[in-house]
């Protein structure tokens, strides 16, 4: 079968052939219908190399939905034909976070090793089949929910829900929301807001047509970024700040602006993995303001991503290529011109 592969540090990935995957008890094999091309693929392929601690090779694709294609002994929980997304967080099962279902935080030793999943260290979606070493990173697609419309949730819909929900009692009706970078996580992260709190939402990028896309699906206030963005968002909230601002691009002049205009006692909640440092002293940011950076959500809150959308409450923006023209995806990405999420199908 195919598969897009990084082999090397700091070069593109490429497409190889690779023995198709037979599940062993407990596992299951997925045909993918789809996979989400995200930026920290390009930070894999691209970055530094301490970015990652993982070894080569391994196929990419941390975003994935398809159909169980064959289970393994013991299987009972999903069946063959069954349409599906994949959990990417591939923990221990057995850590305290992992007894949570926050596998993303696994404190495992051993394999799978801590922060690696699908795609992430272990062979991902961008492939015509995936082997999942576990049922419990399955859930159910809901109905009339397509795995191409399903694939960006699992990541892009997941990792903003989780930095929204752990922020929820911040946004209360009165309060404001900044959302930074209007990319896959950004779109997403408005809509996640809009559906589940009643705060306001400014949406902040470089780029005209990002800022289409945000007003597009909801955003109440959009804010040209660069160095009057920080200005410009107190200006908007009074001169008090947003109670919760979300960098979703994750560098120094970003972080920057996000520590300029977060409300004292506010949230400043990290999930762009450009690299960029927050500097911090007494007077910036805010008095009390939290920092956190966050790395996806828990198995439960995909559950949750997937009932918003199968509500019509969220919806991926998506441009589809097929897999021969996936690293043309992960081109357009770098140079910034997709709107809303790249996804692959094989
Ligand atoms: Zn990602
Ligand atoms: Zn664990």
Same mark, same amino acid.
């Given at each position: 079968?195919?598969?897009?592969?990084?082999?090397?540090?700091?070069? *593109?990935?490429?497409?190889?052939?690779?023995? *198709?995957?037979?599940?062993?008890? %407990?596992?299951?094999?997925?045909?993918?219908?789809?996979?989400?091309?995200?930026?920290?693929?390009?930070?894999?392929?691209?970055?530094? %190399?301490?970015?990652?601690?993982?070894?080569?090779?391994?196929?990419?694709?941390?975003?994935?939905?398809?159909?169980?294609?064959?289970?393994?002994?013991?299987?009972?929980?999903? *069946?063959?034909?069954?349409?599906?997304?994949?959990?990417?967080?591939?923990?221990?099962?057995?850590? =305290?976070?992992?007894?949570?279902?926050?596998?993303?935080?696994?404190?495992?030793?051993?394999?799978?090793? !801590?922060?690696?999943?699908?795609?992430?260290?272990?062979?991902?979606?961008?492939?015509?089949?995936? +082997?999942?070493?576990?049922?419990?990173?399955?859930?159910?697609?809901?109905?009339?929910?397509?795995?191409? *419309?399903? =694939?960006?949730?699992?990541?892009?819909?997941?990792?903003?829900?989780?930095?929204?929900?752990?922020?929820?009692?911040?946004?209360?009706?009165?309060?404001?929301?900044?959302?930074?970078? !209007?990319?896959?996580?950004?779109?997403? #992260?408005?809509?996640?807001?809009?559906?589940?709190?009643?705060?306001?939402?400014?949406?902040?990028?470089?780029?005209?047509?990002?800022?289409?896309?945000?007003?597009?699906?909801?955003?109440?206030?959009?804010?040209?970024?660069?160095?009057?963005?920080?200005?410009? !968002?107190?200006?908007?909230?009074?001169?008090?700040?947003?109670?919760? !601002?979300?960098?979703?691009?994750?560098?120094?002049?970003?972080?920057?602006? #996000?520590?300029?205009?977060?409300?004292?006692?506010?949230?400043?909640?990290?999930?762009?993995?450009?690299?960029?440092?927050?500097?911090?002293?007494?007077?910036?940011?805010?008095?009390?303001?939290?920092?956190?950076?966050?790395?996806?959500?828990?198995?439960?809150?995909?559950?949750?991503?997937?009932?918003?959308?199968?509500?019509? +409450?969220?919806?991926?923006?998506?441009?589809?290529?097929?897999?021969?023209?996936?690293?043309?995806?992960?081109?357009?990405?770098?140079?910034?011109?997709?709107?809303?999420? #790249?996804?692959?199908?094989?």
């Amino acid at each position: 079968m195919r598969a897009l592969q990084i082999s090397t540090w700091h070069q *593109e990935a490429e497409l190889v052939e690779v023995d *198709e995957p037979t599940p062993a008890a %407990g596992q299951v094999v997925v045909r993918v219908g789809a996979a989400g091309a995200c930026h920290s693929d390009l930070h894999m392929m691209h970055g530094k %190399g301490d970015f990652v601690p993982f070894s080569l090779p391994f196929t990419l694709g941390h975003e994935n939905a398809g159909w169980v294609h064959s289970v393994g002994d013991g299987v009972r929980s999903v *069946e063959p034909g069954q349409p599906v997304a994949v959990y990417g967080a591939w923990g221990c099962g057995h850590c =305290a976070r992992c007894l949570v279902g926050m596998e993303n935080y696994c404190e495992g030793s051993g394999t799978p090793r !801590v922060g690696a999943g699908c795609g992430l260290g272990m062979d991902g979606g961008m492939a015509d089949y995936m +082997l999942v070493p576990d049922s419990r990173y399955l859930l159910p697609l809901p109905d009339g929910l397509s795995p191409a *419309e399903a =694939a960006p949730l699992t990541d892009a819909g997941l990792t903003p829900y989780h930095a929204v929900r752990r922020s929820a009692q911040k946004l209360v009706p009165g309060s404001t929301a900044v959302v930074i970078g !209007v990319g896959g996580l950004g779109h997403l #992260a408005i809509q996640i807001l809009k559906a589940t709190c009643a705060t306001r939402v400014i949406a902040v990028d470089t780029r005209s047509d990002a800022l289409d896309l945000a007003l597009s699906v909801g955003a109440d206030t959009v804010i040209e970024g660069g160095d009057t963005a920080a200005r410009n !968002v107190m200006a908007a909230t009074g001169n008090r700040g947003a109670d919760f !601002v979300l960098d979703c691009v994750g560098t120094e002049a970003t972080l920057a602006t #996000a520590a300029a205009c977060t409300r004292s006692l506010g949230d400043l909640t990290l999930i762009g993995v450009a690299g960029g440092a927050l500097s911090f002293s007494f007077l910036c940011p805010a008095y009390e303001v939290s920092a956190q950076s966050v790395y996806w959500g828990s198995r439960s809150e995909l559950a949750e991503v997937l009932e918003l959308a199968s509500q019509g +409450l969220i919806r991926a923006e998506t441009t589809i290529y097929p897999l021969e023209q996936a690293l043309d995806a992960y081109r357009s990405l770098a140079a910034g011109e997709i709107v809303g999420r #790249a996804v692959i199908l094989p």
